[in-house]
T-cell receptor, first 114, second 114 residues
Framework: ETGVTQTPRHLVMGMTNKKSLKCEQH?????MYWYKQSAKKPLELMFV???????ENNSVPSRFSPECPNSSHLFLHLHTLQPEDSALYLC?????????????FGPGTRLTVL | AQTVTQSQPEMSVQEAETVTLSCTYD???????LFWYKQPPSRQMILVIR??????QNATENRFSVNFQKAAKSFSLKISDSQLGDAAMYFC???????????FGAGTRLTVKP
């Protein structure tokens, strides 16, 4: 596989469930990102990792817990979510954290919280 | 805080015609990058074109070109000879030189009529 992949593509969960989203990049990049895309709103940056270290947390509620075991993999652990957390969650990666590097996006996970 | 505004929620164009999507941004920085991303219905976001703020020359990529007006903080995307495959959501994005916190606009949905 090439590029940035995300699993699952669709997820429906109850508010008491615990689930995880997975992202894998096959580009040899060092930085990875989680974004939330809600309808008719700009993409919201959630977390940034650089060389497995978290460099940014944009005031994301603790019910979202990221994990980056290595530069190629990024997880988003979910627990006790709210219906307003339903959205498309996008993962992205870039070669470096700053400079002119482009971010490459995965196809996203469509999350529905019942 | 940097903000990105796309004032056209929806646009339509006839196949083979030209369309321009608008984007303005607000920043006090002098070094930054601007991007146009395309998100087709399959949802994988892909880069269309990128512009470095220090470059006066407008970026072009085949049928896609930008009109970058730094003083006016305007960054419009022109699509020439529109094709059915150009139908998608288009997002304008901004990032400062030393920070990979990408700021996105709310998007413009482009419809291409055959």
């Amino acid at each position: 596989e090439t590029g940035v992949t995300q699993t699952p593509r669709h997820l429906v969960m109850g508010m008491t469930n615990k689930k995880s989203l997975k992202c894998e990049q096959h580009l040899g990049h060092n930085a990875m990102y989680w974004y939330k895309q809600s309808a008719k709103k700009p993409l919201e940056l959630m977390f940034v990792y650089n060389f497995k270290e978290q460099t940014e947390n944009n005031s994301v509620p603790s019910r979202f817990s990221p994990e980056c075991p290595n530069s190629s993999h990024l997880f988003l652990h979910l627990h006790t979510l709210q219906p307003e957390d339903s959205a498309l969650y996008l993962c992205a990666s870039s070669q470096e954290l700053a400079g002119p590097d482009t971010q490459y996006f995965g196809p996203g996970t469509r999350l529905t919280v019942l | 805080a940097q903000t990105v505004t796309q004032s056209q929620p929806e646009m339509s164009v006839q196949e083979a015609e030209t369309v321009t999507l608008s984007c303005t941004y607000d920043t006090s920085e002098s070094d930054y990058y601007l991007f146009w991303y395309k998100q087709p219905p399959s949802r994988q976001m892909i880069l269309v074109i990128r512009q470095e703020a220090y470059k006066q020359q407008n970026a072009t990529e085949n049928r896609f070109s930008v009109n970058f007006q730094k003083a006016a903080k305007s960054f419009s995307l022109k699509i020439s000879d529109s094709q059915l495959g150009d139908a998608a959501m288009y997002f304008c994005a901004y990032r400062t030189y030393n920070n990979n916190d990408m700021r996105f606009g709310a998007g413009t949905r482009l419809t291409v009529k055959p």
